[in-house]
Every structure is written in structure tokens, then in C-alpha cells.
């Protein structure tokens, strides 16, 4: 069946790398029906809100998105596909390709996935002034202090629940099943301040332990998150899978994607129950923004994942192939590879190799 997706391409350099993206799709000859509604400046520019109704329309009318990334226009139609569609589990991939500029010595091997919680934790965004709590006379479980003692100054609220924890858990759970049948280790990390933030974090390292016990084909332990962010410098090709509540994932996947090379070729792909949306980990780079040099490699994976999601997971596997045999040869590479290699160059070697 054909599947309807809806591109959303961003802002600044973003769209020079979305849309060779989009093309190397279409040489993979897949059922794709790409829709493209107005959003950002293009809404805008046609008298519409920056999220028209007919662009939620066809979204919600759509089997999967695919979006470049924002720096403030598109945000609003980033929010709905988040929190309006509840796309729960952030999975970010952190694969190294031979050819790619790791900082590790001995990168060869290292292929792990964090599955970051995506709708909870601080970004509920919650804040305000510190004396707004006096009516709840909380206190520091550590100094004993009132917490309105803590002022002139602000508050966030931290939110952890048990469905939140255990959907994305078991997210995290079958994708290591998935993983241990296509030859990876088949484990799975829970990772949290559990020591320190004891109901909270501690609450998401429980709910996962329970969740554990419905998978015992995959191995599970825990670590405290800074004993995790040691290790994966240190002992990065030890971890499979790492499931993460949602500001640590945030900040420690983009870690992770250093270490394979860099945000240029960190993909990411957004669960939830019934839709999914798929956008590369980096920004809109603005300071490259028409100079044609952008790394395309973050939102040709994302594409693969989200061919993978569709349905059609040998034009996934292709794709994906094509650009690990780029950077093997490794004459055609963009600038924060090494390379002189513009956004169009790389994307027509990856093409060569469909």
C-alpha cells in the first residue's frame, strides 16, 4: 500500500539537506506519496498562520513526517507532532561508519542506541518564581531549609510517571529484541540520578525493573547517569540499547553522537503509539545556510529509519549500505568530515550506490 508522508523541510540550511534526501528516496522506487503543506515561512508567506489547520490536517491524515529542523518558524508544527501526537520514545541511533572523523582512537564497532523519554521530566516546562511555592511548604530533603528560602530565584518542575516510564521502556526492550535477532548484544541500560533524585529518577529506574522481567531474553542492569556518561566515553562499545529519561537523553545522545562522528550524521526517529516522525539530531546551521556544504548524512538515516517504520525495510537496508560504502571509499566526504565534498556531491555518491 501506498504510504503518505508529510514533508516538513525547516529552516536555513536544512532544506538543502532534506531535499536531495527526498530524492534519494524516490530512486528507491517505494510507495511513497509525499505531501507538502504549507508550514514556517511558507505558511507565512502565504498570508497563514506559521501552522495552518491544513497543515495539522495532513499530518494527522499522513502515515509518518519527515522534518528537517527548526530554528523558530516550524516550531509550532514540531510541538504538535511531539506533544500532539504523542510521539513518546526518541530513539537516537549512534552507529560509526569507517571513513567518518570519530575522536576515538578505536572507534570500529561502536553501535549503540539511547531511547530517550520524550514528553516528560523538566520538559513539561513548568517554571516560575521560587516564592510561588510558599503555599506548599516543601522544604530541601537535604539542608532541611524551606525551599522559599532559595530566593530571589526560579523553579522547574520535574515530572516522572509510571506510564510514561513503562511505555517507553518497553520501547526500549523490544528494540533490543529486534537488535539481539540482527546480531547485536541483545541489552539493555536503564541510566538515571536514582541515587539523588530518589522518587523521581528513582521511580523511572523501578518501573523499567519491573518491565524487565516481561523480556528476560534481554540482559538489563542499571547505572547512575554520571557513572553512564564516564562509561560512555570510556567503554562506548560496551552499550546496546540505553533507556534514558528525557533531559539526560536529550544531552547525553548528542555526546553519543560526537563520538561516532559528529551531529552531521546523528539520526533520530519519534514513537508513539500510532505515528511516528523522523528529523537529524542537529540544527538548522545557519552560519551554512546556502553554501550547499550541510552534512546530509543525519537526514538520509533518519529517512532510512523512517523507511524501516513504513514497512519497506529492504529499501531501508539499502539506503543505509549506500551511505556506509561512501564513507568506506572516502573520497567524497562534506566539510566537517574532512572532506571538500558539497551537500549535492555526497548525496549523488550515495545515489551511485543505490
Same mark, same amino acid.
Not at 539493555?188 to 523499567?208: H, I, P
Not at 555526546?255 to 508513539?272: D, K, M, T
Not at 529492504?314 to 560504502?325: D, F, I, K, M, Q
Given at each position: 500500500?501506498?504510504?503518505?508522508?508529510?514533508?516538513?523541510?525547516?529552516?536555513?540550511?536544512?532544506?538543502?539537506?532534506?531535499? *536531495?534526501?527526498?530524492? #534519494?528516496?524516490?530512486?528507491?522506487?517505494?510507495?511513497?506519496?509525499?505531501? +507538502?503543506?504549507?508550514?514556517?515561512?511558507?505558511? #507565512?508567506?502565504?498570508?497563514?498562520?506559521?501552522?495552518?489547520?491544513?497543515?495539522?490536517?495532513?499530518?494527522?491524515? %499522513?502515515?509518518?513526517?519527515?522534518?528537517?529542523?527548526?530554528?523558530?518558524?516550524?516550531?509550532?508544527?514540531?510541538?504538535?507532532?511531539?506533544?500532539?501526537?504523542?510521539?513518546?520514545?526518541?530513539?537516537?541511533? /549512534?552507529?560509526?561508519?569507517?571513513?567518518?572523523?570519530?575522536?576515538? +582512537?578505536?572507534?570500529?564497532?561502536?553501535? #549503540?542506541?539511547?531511547?530517550?523519554?520524550?514528553?516528560?521530566?523538566?520538559?513539561?516546562?513548568?517554571?516560575?518564581?521560587?516564592?510561588?511555592?510558599?503555599?506548599?511548604?516543601?522544604?530541601?530533603?537535604?539542608?532541611?531549609?524551606?525551599?522559599?528560602?532559595?530566593?530571589?530565584?526560579?523553579?522547574?518542575?520535574?515530572?516522572?510517571?509510571?506510564?510514561?516510564?513503562?511505555?517507553?521502556?518497553?520501547?526500549?526492550?523490544?528494540?533490543?529484541? +529486534?537488535?539481539?535477532?540482527?546480531?547485536?548484544?541483545?541489552? #539493555?541500560?536503564?541510566?538515571?540520578?536514582?541515587?539523588?533524585? %530518589?522518587?523521581?529518577?528513582?521511580?523511572?529506574?523501578?518501573?523499567?525493573?519491573?518491565?524487565?522481567?516481561?523480556?528476560?531474553?534481554?540482559?538489563?542492569?542499571? !547505572?547512575?547517569?554520571?557513572?553512564?556518561?564516564?562509561?560512555?566515553?570510556?567503554?562506548?562499545?560496551?552499550?546496546?540499547?540505553?533507556?534514558?529519561?528525557?533531559?539526560?537523553?536529550?544531552?547525553?545522545?548528542?555526546?553519543?553522537?560526537? !563520538?561516532?562522528?559528529?551531529?552531521?550524521?546523528?539520526?533520530?526517529?519519534?514513537?508513539?503509539?500510532?505515528?511516528?516522525?523522523?528529523?537529524?539530531?542537529?540544527?538548522?546551521?545557519?552560519?551554512?545556510?546556502?553554501?550547499?556544504?550541510?552534512?546530509?548524512?543525519?537526514?538520509?538515516?533518519?529517512?532510512?529509519?523512517?523507511?524501516?517504520?513504513?514497512?519497506?525495510?529492504?529499501?531501508?537496508?539499502?539506503?543505509? +549500505?549506500?551511505?556506509?560504502?561512501?564513507?568506506?571509499?572516502?573520497?567524497?566526504?562534506? *566539510?566537517?568530515?574532512?572532506?571538500?565534498? /558539497?551537500?549535492?556531491?555526497?548525496?549523488?555518491?550515495?545515489? %551511485?550506490?543505490?
Amino acid at each position: 500500500m501506498t504510504k503518505r508522508v508529510v514533508i516538513i523541510e525547516g529552516e536555513d540550511a536544512s532544506p538543502e539537506a532534506v531535499r *536531495p534526501t527526498v530524492d #534519494l528516496v524516490d530512486r528507491l522506487q517505494v510507495e511513497i506519496e509525499w505531501v +507538502r503543506p504549507p508550514v514556517g515561512e511558507t505558511a #507565512l508567506a502565504r498570508g497563514l498562520a506559521a501552522f495552518p489547520d491544513e497543515a495539522r490536517a495532513a499530518i494527522d491524515e %499522513s502515515d509518518a513526517t519527515l522534518f528537517g529542523a527548526t530554528s523558530g518558524k516550524s516550531v509550532p508544527a514540531l510541538l504538535y507532532l511531539r506533544w500532539g501526537r504523542d510521539t513518546y520514545a526518541n530513539v537516537r541511533p /549512534s552507529r560509526f561508519f569507517p571513513g567518518c572523523q570519530s575522536p576515538l +582512537r578505536e572507534p570500529e564497532g561502536l553501535d #549503540l542506541v539511547i531511547v530517550r523519554e520524550n514528553i516528560e521530566d523538566l520538559y513539561i516546562a513548568a517554571e516560575g518564581d521560587v516564592a510561588d511555592l510558599a503555599p506548599l511548604g516543601l522544604t530541601s530533603r537535604f539542608s532541611g531549609k524551606p525551599v522559599v528560602e532559595f530566593q530571589p530565584g526560579k523553579y522547574a518542575i520535574k515530572v516522572i510517571t509510571e506510564k510514561g516510564t513503562e511505555r517507553v521502556a518497553r520501547h526500549a526492550f523490544e528494540l533490543a529484541q +529486534r537488535r539481539k535477532k540482527q546480531g547485536h548484544p541483545g541489552r #539493555l541500560t536503564c541510566t538515571s540520578k536514582y541515587n539523588v533524585l %530518589s522518587q523521581t529518577d528513582g521511580l523511572f529506574r523501578d518501573v523499567t525493573e519491573r518491565v524487565a522481567a516481561d523480556y528476560p531474553d534481554v540482559a538489563f542492569d542499571t !547505572l547512575i547517569v554520571d557513572d553512564f556518561a564516564h562509561k560512555l566515553v570510556k567503554h562506548s562499545k560496551a552499550f546496546d540499547v540505553i533507556v534514558i529519561p528525557n533531559l539526560y537523553g536529550d544531552i547525553l545522545s548528542d555526546a553519543a553522537a560526537g !563520538l561516532v562522528g559528529g551531529l552531521g550524521v546523528a539520526p533520530s526517529g519519534c514513537y508513539g503509539a500510532d505515528y511516528a516522525y523522523f528529523e537529524s539530531v542537529h540544527g538548522t546551521a545557519p552560519d551554512i545556510a546556502g553554501k550547499n556544504i550541510i552534512n546530509p548524512t543525519a537526514t538520509i538515516l533518519s529517512a532510512a529509519m523512517m523507511l524501516d517504520y513504513l514497512g519497506f525495510s529492504e529499501a531501508a537496508g539499502t539506503l543505509e +549500505r549506500a551511505v556506509a560504502e561512501t564513507y568506506a571509499e572516502g573520497s567524497v566526504k562534506t *566539510p566537517d568530515q574532512g572532506g571538500t565534498a /558539497s551537500t549535492i556531491e555526497f548525496c549523488a555518491a550515495v545515489a %551511485s550506490r543505490l
